[in-house]
């Protein structure tokens, strides 16, 4: 199973940017996915995750802020981000998560740069 995250760039404090996440198989629509990010010379974190059945969650960092959404038929997840701070900087990637903890490969990350 491969996992590509894009979507990512450069952007001005208080901007908006939109990541998708294409996997391949055939065993995306029955797991759970999540976004995380690895800030520079920080661990990976969880910022949000999205159930099979759409329930979703985020940290508390992004809450009211980031989206997560996902659509079935493209093998897709996908994350709204809104109003962007400098803190949201670092490299984001999708993985599949099982009883909370992520359990496949992880692919190509994708690149967020907040500028203040």
């Known amino acids: 199973v491969q996992l590509q995250a894009y979507g990512g760039g450069l952007v001005q404090a208080g901007g908006s940017l939109r990541l998708s996440c294409v996997a391949s198989g055939r065993i995306f629509r029955l797991n759970g996915m999540g976004w995380y990010c690895q800030a520079p010379g920080k661990q990976r974190e969880l910022v949000a995750s999205?159930?099979?059945?759409?329930?979703?969650d985020y940290t508390d960092s992004v809450k009211g802020r980031f989206t997560i959404s996902r659509d079935n038929a493209k093998n897709t997840v996908y994350l709204q981000m809104n109003s962007l701070k400098p803190e949201d900087t670092g490299v984001h990637f999708c993985n599949y998560l099982m009883g909370g903890a992520p359990f496949g490969s992880w692919g190509q990350g994708t690149q967020v740069t907040v500028s203040s």
């Open positions: 999205i159930t099979s059945g759409d329930v979703t």
